[in-house]
């Protein structure tokens, strides 16, 4: 059973649902006008937990089993791509599971400063691990316009968590390798986080398609973050290709099976990045999937590579510790954007998921066995697909219009 809210219900039921131990499927108006559908898991409710932070809440730690993936499914290729430094509720907090604008507490005056110099939020290891030092930076709605629409056309998660918590370079290699032999950023800039000083022998999961047969391509080749360039087998590939090979072969139907997408620091999201332009180079990957031959058999994902920094409410689940017995995994909640022909519309994903959930879901796509222990343990993002849905153009939004020099416009 659905039940149905207006918005202002909605958010008025906020409090109740995090404090509640089971709720029904919930139906509320979108910040764009469109129904946003939120799934139920009875089993995961949000509580309210111990802590300073009054809005804090968090999901157990142990959950049943995640929605399976069907025997065959029409996927063919699956393309994750990777964005720079955000929290659910810095992104989404006006949608289900966040901290909407009238409850939101004061904005850090320290936030114009993060977002025009990288200096200004750390985001470490250590800082991790102290949620006091989380910068309290929201972006209003008509500053996330992009991401709101491709939420209200295809599938949100609203329970997505950065697999380590801590910065980009352990989620990168959780991301290529489902391990991460440091877990927090070497004192190097992100271009020179590369073979021979940064490298690293390790199975990753292009070279497990790679022995089955299966094609794969990392769009990679950028001065930015390149976690590709860590390993030492691959750093010299002719499948790690520059990132704008991405849409030509996207419109092309030259995709392989399992696509990386990563791209310049000035299209990431990472501060001091503009966010405008972010958007629009997203919305650029996504719309030459849409219109290339390929769309009625690809599932894409849009995630965020950690927290950068900035606030969220709800406490990571406690998976796994370091060996000083510090929580590891996961990390903060960051969001995930399921971009397919079969994701479901308008729908928001309370199923508990992380980065290895999307490579578990190509994993079981293509009949692989799992890299290694995590990713047997991760969910399969089941529960974002309807298979049987009719496939249909896809409807994605226009472009934004950015300030003069910043990003690329979409097409």
């Excluded at 898991?41 to 399976?68: G, I, K, N, R």
């Excluded at 006091?132 to 996330?144: E, H, N, S, T």
């Excluded at 419109?251 to 620091?265: D, M």
Aim: net charge neutral.
């Amino acid at each position: 059973m659905r039940t149905l809210l207006d918005r202002r219900a909605f958010l008025g039921l906020l409090p109740a649902l995090y404090g509640c131990r089971r709720h029904d499927p919930i139906v509320s108006n979108g910040p764009t006008g469109g129904p946003i559908v939120a799934s139920a898991d009875a089993s995961a409710v949000a509580s309210a937990a111990a802590s300073d932070d009054p809005l804090e809440v968090e999901v157990p730690s142990a959950t049943p089993p995640a929605t399976p993936l069907p025997p065959k499914t029409p996927i063919e290729h699956v393309v994750v791509i990777i964005k720079e430094n955000r929290t659910y509720d810095a992104l989404f907090g006006d949608f289900p599971e966040g901290v909407p604008w009238r409850k939101r507490p004061a904005e850090d005056p320290r936030c114009k400063q993060a977002f025009e110099d990288d200096e200004g939020v750390a985001h470490g290891r250590e800082v991790a691990l102290d949620k006091k030092r989380q910068l309290r930076c929201f972006q209003k709605p008509d500053k996330v316009a992009v991401y709101h629409d491709i939420a209200k056309h295809f599938t949100l998660c609203a329970r997505f968590f950065s697999e380590v918590r801590g910065p980009s370079y352990p989620n990168h290699l959780m991301l290529v390798a489902a391990q991460a032999p440091k877990n927090d950023d070497p004192n190097d800039p992100p271009k020179k986080w590369t073979c021979p000083k940064h490298c690293y022998d390790i199975p990753t999961f292009v070279e497990q398609f790679a022995a089955a047969g299966l094609s794969w391509k990392a769009y990679d080749q950028t001065a930015f973050v390149s976690p590709f360039s860590m390993i030492q087998k691959l750093k010299d590939s002719p499948n790690v290709v520059f990132w704008r090979e991405f849409e030509d072969d996207a419109r092309a139907g030259r995709l392989p099976a399992l696509s990386y997408v990563f791209s310049e620091q000035s299209e990431s999201e990472h501060p001091p990045a503009d966010l405008c332009a972010g958007q629009n180079w997203t919305l650029r990957q996504l719309r030459a999937l849409a219109e290339g031959p390929k769309w009625d058999s690809t599932a894409a994902f849009v995630l965020w590579d950690d927290w950068g920094g900035f606030y969220d409410h709800v406490k990571p689940p406690v998976v796994e510790k370091d060996k000083r017995g510090k929580p590891l995994r996961y990390g903060y909640r960051v969001p995930c954007l399921v971009v397919s022909p079969y994701a479901k519309k308008s729908y928001i994903s309370m199923e508990r998921h992380s980065f290895l959930s999307v490579l578990r879901f190509a994993e079981d796509v293509f009949k692989l066995p799992s890299l290694n222990e995590r990713v047997a343990e991760a969910s399969r993002m089941g529960d974002c697909f309807d298979f049987t849905q009719e496939v249909k153009p896809a409807v994605l939004p226009g472009a934004l219009a950015c300030k003069k020099g910043r990003g690329l416009p979409a097409k």
